[in-house]
């Protein structure tokens, strides 16, 4: 039970760091709709955050 329970915290503080990570580049849209930037301009980091965006679906899918 011990185990399950850390490894439910564990997932709880990934989830955790990649919505601050995401919230810290949130910045880009507002850049590109204002026409402050371009798409190509932040492309890597536009590609990151949809990683970021699946790897919290998988850890929210994770039974524990």
């Given at each position: 039970?011990e185990?399950?329970r850390q490894?439910g915290?564990?997932?709880?503080?990934?989830?955790?760091?990649?919505l601050?990570?995401?919230?810290?580049t949130?910045y880009i849209?507002?850049k590109?709709i204002?026409?402050?930037?371009?798409?190509?301009?932040?492309?890597?980091?536009?590609?990151?955050r949809?990683?970021?965006?699946?790897?919290?679906?998988r850890?929210?899918?994770?039974?524990?």
């Open positions: 039970i185990k399950k490894q915290l564990n997932k709880d503080i990934q989830i955790a760091q990649l601050e990570q995401l919230a810290s949130d849209s507002n590109i204002e026409g402050d930037a371009t798409i190509e301009q932040y492309a890597d980091l536009i590609e990151q949809k990683q970021w965006r699946a790897e919290i679906r850890l929210q899918k994770l039974p524990y």
